[in-house]
Nanobody, 125 residues
């Protein structure tokens, strides 16, 4: 079982930037796509971004396209979410995820096999 630990959350003003990191333990990081979800107060968890094992394929939800990037360092078992141009509506707990099946891009919660505990991102206007 992989363990995922997020870091890098915090509070920023509108237009600011943050970089989230997700460190994965164990060999089970290898070969897996990875992703990020978020959950705002009173809302369901939603897909934010995902990246293939090689890093050659990335996918984003429409609301963050052009503002967020996702990357990974497989030697460090780490996935990153670089967030720029942050808006108050980006305020949420952000979760790092690994899919149930290695090659599947985790676009929905049902495709997720492992969740990190989450890190809070707060954007003030």
């Amino acid at each position: 079982q992989v363990q995922l630990v997020e870091s890098g959350g915090g509070s920023v003003q509108t237009g600011g930037s943050l970089r989230l990191s997700c460190a994965a333990s164990g060999r089970t990081f290898s070969g897996y796509a990875m992703g990020w979800f978020r959950q705002a107060p009173g809302k369901e968890r939603e897909f934010v971004a995902a990246i293939s094992w090689s890093g050659g394929y990335t996918e984003f939800t429409d609301s963050v396209k052009g503002r967020f990037t996702i990357s990974r360092d497989n030697a460090k078992n780490t996935v990153y979410l670089q967030m720029s141009g942050l808006k108050p509506e980006d305020t949420a707990v952000y979760y790092c995820v690994r899919p149930r099946e290695s090659i599947v891009i985790p676009r929905s919660p049902s495709a997720v096999g492992s969740w990190g505990p989450g890190t809070q991102v707060t954007v003030s206007s």
